[in-house]
């Protein structure tokens, strides 16, 4: 079997990848670079966790996923990964930490509750300011994003049945036909076409327009103490909801940068725009940061950065037949890069067997399993 595949991040290059080690021929083209620095994939790091509030569906393929990447760090030869363990937090009346343990429970992953004093014992940069309940659990830890993906770009590049297009954009894609135009005016045919084209997926395929919202993210890294630098480095990722700020910070494992984000989406922006950024877009994330994390007012920031998600409605993946010969791929909703080697894989899979297409797009969202056929 033949595949294009549009689209050169996380989950297009996963899927390259799955195809490849099965013995499938692919394309893939990206409109930039490979890796590309526009891209949803591009940061220093992503992370990978079991609590997840009420989708008893993801909390459920974390293992899995986890299952994927051993598989392709083989591939890569290097694991580019590093544990942290999760602490959730919540307070202001909200709840999503609560309802994260009690759906993990029903699973066999049981959080940790941790009373305010164990909190401020184990966890002695935090302040906890606001916080009301806390649950820690071993699981979880640092996916480095950008270094997978240009490691995963280059191990493609070597392989015989791959074909890589950097600074190739798409102009038109036929699902139906399987075809692609390129803007040079080039065509390429298939047997499959899988658009993973991220936040430009609506710009090729325009009927996505409403399904597939471009959301512009802002994250922020810090510069910090030295002490604080050593005791970050040893901490959790933190994942707090307190009503309107929905907090997650990634330490800065083996060398990486400290970051801080708010996952309440924005539901705007053009990928195309410029990206720069300013403190005031995120003044309310700042504020909450003083109240919680110890000694904030002796952080410096470092940089900022824009990212875009590509949000639906409900927050679920979609990973969609359409036409004949098509597949759209947008499992994101800024909770995908921890599923990008598990959904590349599955999708292979699909594409090269008889499995249904309507069970697969059930089970990327979160919503059934999946059997092997």
């Known amino acids: 079997m033949k595949a294009i595949i549009v689209g050169g991040g996380i989950m297009g290059l996963s899927t390259a990848w799955g195809l490849a080690r099965d013995g499938h021929d692919v394309e893939l083209f990206e409109q930039g670079p490979l890796p590309n620095p526009l891209a949803s994939s591009m940061d220093e790091h992503r992370l990978i966790r079991h609590p997840y509030g009420d989708h008893v569906g993801y909390a459920g393929l974390i293992d899995d996923a986890y299952a994927a990447w051993d598989l392709l760090w083989r591939d890569l030869g290097q694991r580019l990964y590093a544990a ?11 709840d999503w930490a609560e309802r994260s343990a009690a759906t993990l429970a029903t699973i066999g992953k049981p959080m940790i509750e941790l009373p305010e004093a164990d909190l401020r014992r184990r966890f002695p940069q935090i302040e906890a300011k606001g916080v009301e309940r806390a649950f820690w659990t071993e699981s979880g830890g640092v996916l480095f994003a950008q270094d997978i993906v240009a490691a995963l770009a280059h191990c493609l590049a070597r392989q015989a049945r791959v074909r890589l297009h950097p600074h190739t954009p798409v102009r038109s894609a036929d699902l139906e036909k399987g075809h692609i135009v390129t ?5 390429h045919a298939a047997e499959i076409v899988v658009v993973a084209a991220g936040a430009w997926a609506g710009r ?18 810090f510069d910090l103490p030295p002490e604080a630098r050593t005791a970050w480095a040893k901490g959790p990722m933190i994942i707090e ?21 708010d996952h309440e989406f924005s539901r705007s922006g053009d990928p195309m ?3 720069a950024a300013s403190e005031d877009d995120i003044r309310p994330l700042l504020d909450r940061c003083r109240s919680l994390l110890h000694g904030f007012d002796r952080w410096r920031t470092d940089r900022l950065k824009v990212c875009f ?20 791929m947008s499992p994101c909703s800024g909770h995908g890069f921890k599923f990008g080697a598990l959904m590349g894989l599955e999708l292979a ?12 797009a059930r089970w990327a969202a979160g919503l059934a399993g999946i059997t092997s056929t």
């Open 84 to 94: 942290t363990g999760t602490l959730a937090l919540t307070g202001n009346g909200a």
């Open 183 to 187: 803007e040079a005016g080039a065509t």
């Open 204 to 221: 090729l395929l325009p009927a996505l327009g409403r399904r597939l919202l471009p959301s512009r993210q802002v994250v922020i890294y």
């Open 241 to 261: 909801k307190t009503g309107d700020v929905g907090l997650y910070l990634v330490p800065p494992m083996e060398g990486r940068g400290l970051k801080v984000g």
């Open 273 to 275: 725009e410029e990206r």
């Open 309 to 328: 998600y590509t949000v639906t409605e409900d927050e679920r993946f979609v990973v969609d037949k359409q036409g004949a010969r098509g597949w759209v």
């Open 349 to 360: 899979r699909t594409l090269a067997s008889d499995r249904d297409a309507r069970a697969h």
